[in-house]
């Protein structure tokens, strides 16, 4: 034998791979098409300048997590900050995942909920949403009851569809199961209802959030977690010494100081994103789920080969068309003006 078999769990196991393309437009992975303001670059290099590369990083990453728990009234200790949300997600589950627990996630909902489980040797609960992508109140309640996970991932606004969840569903998921519920608020800053604003109220929730998006920065791979003090303290125990590295933290601290001017496209993106509505209403043989909340539009054709003649013309997307309830659907990241009016172009011109 000249190899060593993977763990059974990963046997099948498909690496996360939306495809990265040199095409003209590339609206695939939800970032921003606008790179940060110049003046991000410019205190980011004065400050990189400073650091003391020689030594290891801030272990604790004190400044960063003061400074972004000074935006929501929360002291350092009830905040967390790793290489990513997705890294979060990865250390939630090592620290309450595992076999003999278990992950209750949506469909649809994020492709990675199911990876990090498989991973982390998480079994896994997936209970299906209806066809138009709700979570009411009594779907939770009846999930919570039903599956009694041990940790919950929420997604809200939901990728792919982009509606957000009630927070009704939220204290549903908390009062009928005994589970850690993480709202994972990626694309939060592009709209709909936070739960941030139920932390003090739910003792076992936590908030997971991403520099990826609104934050013009995923480059950086920063994100963070607010949650209550046992939670960051549970972390601390998983994760890797001094995991998150100076230029990360440097360029968080950075971005929080500008705060205004790096997130001042959001305003932009959402006027896109209804203009974006408005014209995929227009067209004839497409279904597009019209309450977004976030960066990306959802939609559905009968065209089963879409996704690749948007690409022939230079456009990438999502293809979800094959995927579990998504049937015929592709989902669009909004772009700038120019984008989007290239994808609508294209688009169109399939459909004939
Ligand atoms: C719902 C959701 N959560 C988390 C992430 C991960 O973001 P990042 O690891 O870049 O912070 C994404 C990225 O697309 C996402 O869609």
Redesign the pocket.
């Known amino acids: 034998m000249d190899r060593v078999p993977v763990r059974d769990e990963l046997a099948d196991v498909e690496p996360y791979g939306a495809p990265q393309l040199d095409v003209p437009v590339r609206l695939n ?2 970032e921003t098409p606008f790179r940060p303001p110049d003046a991000f670059f410019e205190q980011l290099a004065k400050r990189v300048a400073a650091l003391d590369l020689q030594r290891y990083p801030d272990r604790r990453a004190w400044a960063l997590r003061t400074e972004l728990g000074r935006r929501f009234g929360l002291p350092p200790g009830r905040v967390w900050a790793a ?5 979060i ?1 990865q250390q939630l589950l090592q620290a309450y995942g595992g076999s003999g627990r278990r992950l209750l996630v949506f469909r649809p909902g ?1 492709s ?1 909920y199911p990876l990090l489980a498989k991973a982390t040797a998480t079994p896994m609960a997936v209970v299906d949403l209806d066809r138009g992508g709700y979570l009411d109140e009594t779907v939770a309640r009846r999930a919570a009851e039903t599956e009694q996970p041990d940790i919950v991932f929420l ?1 809200s606004p ?2 792919p569809t982009g509606i957000t969840a009630p927070l009704g569903a939220v204290r549903q998921l908390h009062e009928h199961s005994r589970a850690l519920v993480v709202v ?1 608020e ?2 939060v800053e592009f709209g709909g209802d936070s739960a941030v604003a139920l932390l003090d109220e739910l003792p076992r929730l936590a908030v ?1 959030r ?4 609104a934050w013009r920065l ?1 480059g950086l ?3 963070y977690l607010l949650a209550h003090e046992w939670v960051v303290d549970d972390l601390r125990k998983v994760r890797l010494p001094y995991h998150l590295d100076a230029l990360t933290q440097a360029a968080g601290l950075t971005a929080l100081e500008l705060a205004d001017d790096v997130t001042a496209h959001v305003e932009v993106l959402v006027g896109e994103r209804e203009r974006l509505v408005e014209a995929l209403r227009q067209i004839g043989g497409v279904e597009v789920w019209e309450e977004s909340r976030a960066n990306f539009l959802l939609f559905s054709t009968a065209v089963p080969d879409l996704f690749d003649r948007l690409l022939a013309k230079g456009v990438l997307v999502r293809d979800f068309s094959r995927e579990p309830l998504l049937d015929g659907c592709l989902r669009v990241t909004v772009g700038t003006r120019g984008e989007n009016d290239t994808f609508l172009t294209a688009l169109r011109e399939c459909l004939q």
């Open positions: 992975t939800n290489n990513g949300s997705n890294e997600l994020y990675m997604d939901n990728n994972d990626a694309y997971c991403t520099f990826s998006k995923a791979r920063l994100g």
